[in-house]
Structure formats: structure tokens, C-alpha cells
């Protein structure tokens, strides 16, 4: 199923749920064959999907599902709205994953970037706003800009 909209490829992964228990070949029968694989480490191997703006990056540690270590789907719409949304919440350390989505929607991206910690990203076409969090509270914005 290479070749996949960017969009088609995201639902797949979203009708498969929770991946944990998985392994590679069910992963592949729902979603097609990776783009790319390469080894992170012993018994560890990284796959990854991409198609359009859709990238997602899987680590398998023996043949089995080990986590995600990074997803984005795009730019997001309403960039000026997005910004705005940021501005209105005021200072973001100490606020929760939750919160914050709450108030400006749903991630483009993020990235594990350590022990329980994940770099969540914002981006459109006009603002980019990236946080990172430490189990679900927010520690910083590690950079923003507007174009």
C-alpha cells in the first residue's frame, strides 16, 4: 500500500489504536510497508512512514511494538487563531498537555525526546510554537517564531 495519501495513512494508524502487543508484520498488513528502516540499537530497529505531510517514526525492540518516537502531520490551519490562542494562556510553564489543548486544539507534531519527556509542536503556516513537557506539565517553550 506504498503510496498512500498522507491522510489515508494517518487514519490507518488511528484505526489501529493502542500498537502496544503489536508486531511489524501487523502494523505493515494495515498500513503498508515502511519507507525506511534502520537500527537504533541491539534488537532495536526504527521504522518509519511517510506519505505527504503524514511522518510517523516506530521503534521495535525484538519484532514488537516499543513505542513512537516521533509523529506530525502537517502544518495546522487558522495560524493566526493558533497564535492567539498561545497568547491568551499566558505563561505555559506548569500548565498541563490537557490545558493547553484545550484551549489551541491538537498538536502537528511531537517528538520523545528523553525519559518521560516529549516535544510537542504547533505549526502552521504563519506560527510555530514548540514545548516541551515532562510527564504531562509543561517545562518551557524551546522556541517560537511567527513568519
Same mark, same amino acid.
Given at each position: 500500500m506504498f503510496g *498512500?495519501?498522507?491522510?489515508? =495513512?494517518?487514519?490507518? !494508524?488511528?484505526?489501529l489504536g493502542d500498537l502496544t502487543g503489536r @508486531? =511489524?508484520?501487523?502494523i505493515v498488513a494495515a498500513v503498508g510497508s515502511p519507507v525506511s528502516q534502520s537500527?537504533?540499537?541491539?534488537? #532495536? @530497529? *526504527? !521504522?518509519?512512514? #511517510?506519505?505527504?505531510?503524514?511522518h510517523i517514526a516506530i521503534l521495535f525492540e525484538e519484532g514488537l511494538f516499543a513505542g513512537i518516537t516521533n509523529e506530525d502531520s502537517g502544518p495546522l490551519p487558522g495560524g493566526r487563531k493558533l497564535a492567539q490562542g498561545f497568547a491568551g494562556l499566558g505563561n505555559l510553564v506548569g500548565r498541563s498537555r490537557d490545558? &493547553? &489543548?484545550a484551549v489551541v486544539g491538537p498538536h502537528s507534531s511531537f517528538s520523545v525526546t528523553g525519559p518521560n519527556q516529549v =516535544? *510537542?509542536?504547533?505549526?502552521?503556516?504563519v506560527y510555530h510554537i514548540a514545548l516541551l513537557f515532562e510527564e504531562d506539565i509543561?517545562?518551557? &517553550? @524551546?522556541?517560537e517564531f511567527a513568519m
Open positions: *498512500l495519501s498522507g491522510q489515508r =495513512l494517518q487514519q490507518g !494508524f488511528a484505526e @508486531t =511489524l508484520e501487523e537500527m537504533a540499537g541491539p534488537g #532495536q @530497529t *526504527l !521504522f518509519q512512514w #511517510q506519505s505527504g505531510s503524514y490545558d &493547553i &489543548i =516535544l *510537542l509542536q504547533w505549526q502552521s503556516d509543561c517545562v518551557g &517553550i @524551546t522556541h
